[in-house]
């Protein structure tokens, strides 16, 4: 069973940054690949961006050149850096890990980006 818990979200201007964080526990998932997803109020719940166990990384196209999905191993935690937010950004931020056929996610933390 893998505990997933992300947090360093919070209320950033336009033009700002935040760096959220996904701690895990109970398992390692240094073998998984890792997403982060986002869903805003009366829309679906969308791919933001995506780190291999290697490494690789897969970002949507309305974050890429701004968001940067990184992992710290020794940690078991996943990080994503936003900056240059945007209005467009505010959402619930999720972790999401597919471990042994098993879907796994956090309880998410809010961005909201306002002036």
């Known amino acids: 069973q893998v505990q997933l818990v992300e947090s360093g979200g919070g209320l950033v201007q336009p033009g700002g940054s935040l760096r959220l964080s996904c701690a895990a526990s109970g398992s390692s998932i240094s073998i998984n690949a890792v997403a982060w997803y986002r869903q805003a109020p009366g829309n679906q719940r969308e791919l933001v961006a995506t780190?291999?166990?290697?490494?690789?990384?897969i970002y949507a196209d309305s974050v890429k050149g701004r968001f940067t999905i990184s992992r710290d191993n020794a940690k078991n935690t996943v990080f994503l850096q936003m900056n240059s937010l945007k209005p467009e950004d505010t959402a619930v931020y999720y972790c999401y890990v597919l471990q042994r056929g098993r879907n796994y996610w956090g309880k998410g933390t809010l961005v909201t980006v306002s002036s």
């Open positions: 780190i291999t166990n290697g490494g690789s990384t």
